[in-house]
């Protein structure tokens, strides 16, 4: 069962950025699609950023389009979502998740394996 774990969550002000991380300490990271999702309170968990598992292909939400960037470095089974220019309606729990093989679109149910999810809090 892949594990994964996410850090780098915290509270940032407005116009600020951070980066979370995503690893796993099993397995060959590197097979899958790894997708970012976010859940704010009241709301429905949205897929904000997805790279693909073969050709490096990145997908992204309208909603973060300009804003946050994914990546992944399979030598270190990691991939991340740099963040900028953070606004507070950004505030969720992020949630990193695993789809074998996949295109890093972000369809929520292709996704087999999730995170823990790391807050992220955008206030001053």
């Known amino acids: 069962q892949l594990q994964l774990v996410e850090s780098g969550g915290g509270l940032v002000q407005p116009g600020g950025s951070l980066r979370l991380s995503c690893v796993t300490q099993q397995y060959t990271l590197g097979y899958y699609a790894i997708g970012w999702f976010r859940q704010a309170p009241g709301k429905e968990r949205e897929g904000v950023a997805g790279i693909s598992s073969t050709d490096g292909s990145t997908y992204y939400s309208d909603s973060v389009k300009g804003r946050f960037t994914v990546s992944r470095d399979d030598a270190k089974n990691a991939a991340y979502l740099q963040m900028s220019s953070l606004i507070p309606d950004d505030t969720a729990v992020y949630y990193c998740?695993?789809?074998?093989w996949g295109d890093g679109q972000l369809r929520e149910k292709e996704y087999d394996y999730w995170g823990q999810g790391t807050q992220v809090t955008v206030s001053s």
């Open positions: 998740a695993a789809d074998l």
